[in-house]
């Protein structure tokens, strides 16, 4: 499916919930979010339904975000669902990892294709400060359990605040030691995000260059998008950057976003979109749904316009609810 600037758009990011057990302090208030009833959700056969019509009109990949995807009940249950749908070729899970220990084995199971994990410190107390709860261990049992499953990739997302307890180099050691890429994301001034200020990835690749000796370019295609990797001598996995605002990649921008109350998102900075979950329940047909998609692509802004003054048309959304 092309956008009207010729962008091919093959990949989606799916929300599943806005709920979360964790309250990361740039994404979600300390109280959480406004709870939203189960029928405001979409339900797993819609988000089949839906994802049928996506597949039809050229998606390929589906990623499953939130809130916390694991929170929602039997998530491996649609992951299997999805895997089903003719067209779609990959879907994978973005997590805090909480859950993941005893979730990975369904996983597998439903045939996950790969697995982000969100992971921003190794120190516990920062851990706690970051998130609001102590679950670290949770998360590395996450970490640990993944490893284990070889042939499912496993990454790793942090996202870096600026703050001195955040130690932000240890992540790197993670891609020394196991075969796992660390990617570092800039801080996007999205909701709760807007109160901190991004670390600008030269300062940080001259920090882990001081530490690990030159980076490698690395050419090699590692993902669904926009993160660009380099290769440190000795290293297993790979360390990569997904930089929105300092080395902004709109131009070769791939992706839509399906809100968990089915709102398809067509830029992660507007609110332009449709209301699928609308047209679903009153009963529209593939036909109609594939032409609201297609209309709604078609519609995708330009680019972010981060950084710039309020255009007061700007989303007004946490992290959380869109999905990242
Ligand atoms: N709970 C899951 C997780 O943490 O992976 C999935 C949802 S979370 C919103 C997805 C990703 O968005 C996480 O890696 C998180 O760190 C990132 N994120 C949240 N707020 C952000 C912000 N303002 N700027 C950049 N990344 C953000
Ligand atoms: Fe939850 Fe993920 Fe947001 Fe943290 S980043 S509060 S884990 S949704």
Not at 85 to 108: F, H
Not at 207 to 221: D, F, H, V
Not at 276 to 282: F, N, V
């Amino acid at each position: 499916m092309l956008d009207r600037y010729g962008r091919e758009i093959d990949y989606i990011r799916i929300s599943v919930t806005d709920r979360c057990n964790l309250r990361c302090i740039y994404c979600m208030p300390e109280e959480g979010v406004p709870m939203v009833s189960h029928e405001e959700i979409l339900s797993y056969d819609e988000i089949t339904e839906l994802a049928r019509v996506f597949a039809d009109l050229g998606i390929r990949k589906i990623k499953l975000t939130g809130g916390e995807p694991l929170v929602r009940r039997d998530l491996p249950c649609l992951v299997k669902e999805l895997k089903a749908v003719p067209g779609i070729e990959k879907v994978t899970l973005t997590t805090n990892g909480v859950l993941l220990a005893e979730a990975m084995e369904d996983l597998k199971e439903a045939g996950i294709d790969g697995i982000n994990l969100s992971l921003d410190t190794l120190d516990p107390e920062a851990f706690a400060r970051i998130t609001r709860r102590r679950a670290l261990e949770k998360t590395l049992a996450g970490f640990r359990e993944a490893l284990k499953y070889s042939e499912i990739p496993l990454k790793i997302n942090c996202v870096p605040l600026g703050h001195r307890d955040q130690d932000i180099l240890e992540m790197a050691e993670l891609a020394r030691q196991y075969p796992v890429h660390v990617r570092y994301i800039e801080m996007m001034p999205i909701g709760l995000g807007r109160e901190f200020l991004p670390v600008r990835e030269e300062e940080l690749l001259k920090k882990l260059e001081a530490r690990y000796g030159k980076a490698g370019p690395c050419l090699e295609e590692l993902g669904n998008g926009p993160a660009h990797y380099y290769s440190f001598s000795g290293f297993s996995g790979k360390i990569g950057f997904i930089s929105a605002l300092s080395h902004k990649f709109c131009g070769g921008c791939n992706r839509v976003r399906l809100t968990a109350q089915g709102f398809l998102k067509t830029c992660l900075q507007y609110e332009s979109g449709t209301d699928l979950r609308k047209l679903l329940r009153e009963g529209a047909d593939r036909e109609t749904l594939k032409k609201a998609v297609e209309q709604a692509v078609r519609e995708k802004p330009r680019s972010h316009r981060f950084g710039e003054k309020d255009t007061g048309e700007e989303e007004r959304h946490m992290m959380s609810q869109i999905g990242g």
